[in-house]
């Protein structure tokens, strides 16, 4: 049952990474209102990154794939409570392109969520290895 929800949470991934692919303005702005020196080159390697990530676990699964989708949506939800909690005017992180949607607490619970569930089917498959 994880493994249904997991791959919802690689086809979010795998869309955010490609809007950032496409435009990489607004998430370069907003790691840039964050103090965090950004190019859009840098926002384009690291979108590739996403995008790959979540084909992989998508394709070959495994234990270590599953664990950096979910360190990756862990590490966003992380980014947005500093966000947040800096009271910086943060726009949009560009994942779903030119939408502005200014960083919530929302985001927070959806990528914290979205990161468990990857880190659960980490976890079962490191399991099913074992076995």
């Known amino acids: 049952m994880s493994l249904a929800f997991a791959l919802v949470a690689a086809a979010v991934l ?3 990474g490609g809007a950032k692919l496409f435009d990489p303005t607004m998430t370069a702005g907003a790691l840039r209102a964050m103090g965090v020196p950004a ?3 840098l926002v384009r390697v690291g979108a590739a990154a996403e995008v790959a990530l979540a084909v992989a676990a998508v394709v070959w699964g495994g234990g270590a794939l599953w664990a ?7 590490l966003f939800a ?4 500093l966000a ?3 009271g910086r005017p943060i726009g949009s992180c560009g994942c779903f392109g030119r939408v502005d949607i200014p960083p919530t607490w929302l985001h927070v619970v959806v990528n914290a969520s979205l990161g468990a569930v990857a880190s659960i089917e980490a976890l079962e498959e490191l399991s099913r290895a074992t076995r």
């Open 14 to 16: 795998a869309y955010a």
């Open 39 to 41: 190019s859009e080159w």
């Open 68 to 74: 950096l989708v979910g360190l990756s949506y862990t």
């Open 78 to 81: 992380g980014f947005v409570v």
């Open 84 to 86: 947040l909690a800096s």
